[in-house]
């Protein structure tokens, strides 16, 4: 079973613009949450998504957002950037319900200039 | 979730046992204990949990004690590939949480 996936792995960006990130759960898994990791805060939950709702947040400004489709993969959303939001954003599916054991992807590493 | 504490690193040489503690002293009766283990700027990857009884599989084995404050995470025969920070979280298994609350991790190096 090929597991959790995340595009693109390396992205750069300036302050100011917005950035989407995708992810892509093992099949069958309808639980996707994500995570941002930075050297200062380390690995913090930002939200997690099943069957297409928001069910669990972070403390994160409304800049960061996300959805979920109807096959489960899962994106998300950061508006204006800051250089702050550097960080290795990570993926995590869990099968059935949520719950569950978590699955992380590689990961997509943000620079912000 | 209840609160876990890790030391910062430990060490152990190459082909030898390493045991990875884990302090969890206002663990609820129903959370779970969980490990994960970070390999350099790599996703977290899943090495095993449980909840009172030890557990083993292929990766490493769990030992709870009894009253349940506290764990160990067992490699038995540590190879270089397994220097990681290894993280030790507490989490309630419901259907409506799925978020894990990493601490600092342990860093483990496994020296030739």
């Known amino acids: 079973k090929a597991g959790v996936t995340q595009t693109p792995r390396y992205l750069i960006k300036t302050r100011g613009q917005q950035v989407t990130l995708s992810c892509s759960p093992i099949?069958?898994?309808?639980?996707v949450s994500w995570y941002q990791q930075t050297p200062g805060q380390g690995l913090q939950f930002l939200f997690e998504?099943?069957?297409?709702?928001?069910?669990n947040k972070g403390n994160f400004p409304g800049r960061f957002s996300g959805r979920q489709f109807s096959n489960s993969r899962s994106e998300m959303n950061v508006s204006t950037l800051e250089l702050g939001d550097s960080a290795l954003y990570l993926c995590?599916?869990?099968?059935?319900?949520?719950?569950?054991?978590?699955?992380f992807g590689p990961g997509t590493r943000l620079l912000v200039l | 979730d209840a609160k876990t504490t890790q030391p910062p690193s430990m060490d152990c040489a190459e082909g030898r046992a390493a045991n990875l503690p884990c302090n969890h002293s206002?663990?609820?009766?129903?959370?779970?204990v969980y490990w994960y283990r970070q390999i350099h700027s790599q996703g977290p990857q899943y090495i095993i949990h449980?909840?009172?009884n030890n557990e083993t599989n292929e990766m490493a084995s769990l030992i709870i004690t009894e009253d349940r404050k506290s764990s160990t995470l067992i490699l038995p025969h540590a190879t270089l590939r397994d220097t990681a920070v290894y993280y030790c979280?507490?989490?309630?298994?419901?259907?409506?949480?799925?978020?894990?609350?990493f601490g600092k991790g342990i860093t483990l190096s496994v020296r030739p």
């Open positions: 206002t663990i609820s009766g129903n959370e779970y």
């Open positions: 979280i507490v989490r309630l298994d419901t259907g409506a949480n799925s978020k894990l609350t």
């Open positions: 995590a599916s869990s099968f059935p319900t949520g719950g569950g054991t978590q699955y």
């Open positions: 449980g909840l009172k």
């Open positions: 998504y099943f069957s297409e709702t928001q069910r």
């Open positions: 099949s069958g898994h309808r639980s």
